[in-house]
């Protein structure tokens, strides 16, 4: 059965930090790219972060970029959210999401991606 299992969210003030982490299990892993996402309320829900099985190749939308940072380890089928310099506008609920892609495409729409997480959720105080 296919598991991602996202924890570390909470509550933080403005210019804080937060580490996000996503355990996969189920047999995907290895040839997928893994990918976060995030929805505020009352918006769509919007790509953050990306990152490649192969080379580690990594994309950030820019509203995040300089500020957060996504990697993965392999040998502990895990994939990190690294937040830093929060603001308010990035609360909202984080989905760690999973791509089959066993070149170093790295997909960016959530149609493109197939196994979610629950979500978890990120509030940033002012």
């Known amino acids: 059965q296919v598991q991602l299992v996202e924890s570390g969210g909470g509550l933080v003030q403005a210019g804080g930090s937060l580490r996000l982490s996503c355990a996969a299990s189920?047999?995907?892993?290895?040839?997928?790219?893994m990918g976060w996402f995030r929805q505020a309320p009352g918006k769509e829900r919007e790509f953050v972060a990306a990152?490649?099985?192969?080379?580690?190749?990594?994309y950030n939308t820019d509203s995040v970029k300089d500020r957060f940072t996504i990697s993965r380890d392999n040998a502990k089928n895990t994939v990190y959210l690294q937040m830093n310099s929060l603001k308010p506008e990035d609360t909202a609920v984080y989905y760690c999401?999973?791509?089959?892609?066993?070149?170093?495409?790295?997909?960016?729409?959530?149609?493109?991606?197939?196994?979610w997480g629950q979500g978890t959720q990120v509030t940033v105080s002012s």
């Open positions: 999401t999973a791509s089959y892609s066993p070149t170093d495409r790295l997909p960016i729409t959530p149609g493109e991606y197939v196994h």
């Open positions: 189920g047999g995907i892993f290895s040839r997928y790219a």
């Open positions: 990152i490649s099985w192969r080379y580690g190749t990594t």
